[in-house]
């Protein structure tokens, strides 16, 4: 495809608000995996499960942002049982928790897939809102409003996680219970609480990026699997458990894959993330903005 301004800013555009998606949904694995240091690969399978829900939800005539609101306490009560179930068969035994720890969180993951596949099927699910089918024009460029919200609601989430971890005592030993448990101790905190509470965070969050992902398009079981390596890649591009570095890296993710998608098609733009991670980990293995 011959080179166009126009074209390059469509995508610089698109790719922003794209950006802005995939930095929201890595949120919630930039505190487990970067801050907690576990190996939650099964974040976006709890993230299409929130999709999902989402639907469910939207059959009653509520708004899909609303009904990600709303399974936010479900899910905080379920991470938080999934963490502690992890705590006492793997975490709580030894050093070994990490390889065994990915194994389960594998096998989670392919138990949501299945029983969303046994209770929905394999046909794709949407979900109708009054801003969803409709756009706006700048210029000779259209943009759907399904992004914009999408990027509303992503903004507004990671400024209110990023303030809570940072503003707040629990946030502040949630940032320092990966690095010194025994001083978070002398400070009369109880480590795998601590861990608890934020895993809770992290798959509440899944919820509402669930939300987003079924505004953006339709879902199906099997879509967690191509998140799995745009998630990964936005934490680690960022810098294990950096909040602001996640919206930085989601940014950059965002605007690759809308370059590459103009200038070589849909097939290349899966494997920017991978591309990026692979850079990122043989350059700076502590990412863009870890230290």
């Given at each position: 495809m011959p080179f166009s301004f126009e074209l390059l800013l469509?995508?610089?555009?698109?790719?922003?608000?794209?950006?802005?998606?995939?930095?929201?949904?890595?949120?919630?694995?930039?505190?487990?995996?970067?801050?907690?240091?576990?190996?939650?690969?099964?974040?976006?399978?709890?993230?299409?499960?929130?999709?999902?829900?989402?639907?469910?939800?939207?059959?009653?005539?509520?708004?899909?942002?609303?009904?990600?609101?709303?399974l936010t306490p479900a899910f905080f009560l379920l991470g938080m049982a999934v963490y502690r179930f992890y705590y006492e068969v793997f975490e709580k035994r030894g050093s070994d928790a990490g390889v065994r720890g990915i194994a389960f969180f594998f096998g989670l993951a392919l138990i949501i897939e299945v029983g969303l596949i046994l209770a929905f099927g394999v046909d794709q699910r949407t979900v109708e809102a009054a801003y969803i089918?409709?756009?706006?024009?700048?210029?000779?460029?259209?943009?759907?409003?399904?992004?914009?919200?999408?990027?509303?609601?992503?903004?507004?989430?990671?400024?209110?996680?990023?303030?809570?971890?940072?503003?707040?005592?629990?946030?502040?030993?949630?940032?320092?219970?990966?690095?010194?448990?025994?001083?978070?101790?002398?400070?009369?905190?109880?480590?795998?609480?601590?861990?608890?509470?934020?895993?809770?965070?992290?798959?509440?969050?899944?919820?509402?990026?669930?939300a987003m992902l079924i505004i953006i398009g339709p879902v199906d079981p099997g879509m967690d699997r191509a998140y799995i390596g745009r998630t990964f890649s936005v934490v680690v591009l960022a810098g294990l458990g950096s909040m602001t570095g996640t919206i930085a890296a989601g940014l950059i993710l965002g605007i690759s894959e809308s370059i590459v998608l103009m200038q070589f098609g849909a097939s290349w733009a899966p494997a920017v993330s991978f591309s990026l991670l692979l850079i990122v980990l043989g350059i700076r293995p502590q990412g863009l903005f870890g230290r």
């Open positions: 469509e995508a610089i555009v698109f790719g922003v608000l794209l950006g802005c998606f995939y930095a929201a949904v890595s949120i919630g694995l930039s505190v487990s995996f970067g801050l907690l240091d576990v190996p939650h690969v099964a974040h976006p399978a709890i993230m299409v499960f929130g999709a999902y829900c989402t639907w469910l939800l939207g059959r009653l005539g509520l708004d899909p942002v609303l009904a990600g609101v709303l089918g409709k756009s706006f024009s700048i210029g000779d460029m259209r943009i759907p409003m399904r992004t914009v919200v999408v990027t509303v609601v992503a903004l507004v989430l990671m400024t209110v996680l990023t303030l809570y971890l940072s503003r707040t005592f629990t946030g502040r030993a949630i940032k320092a219970v990966a690095q010194d448990e025994q001083a978070l101790r002398l400070m009369g905190a109880n480590p795998m609480r601590i861990k608890q509470w934020a895993f809770g965070i992290a798959t509440a969050v899944a919820a509402v990026a669930g």
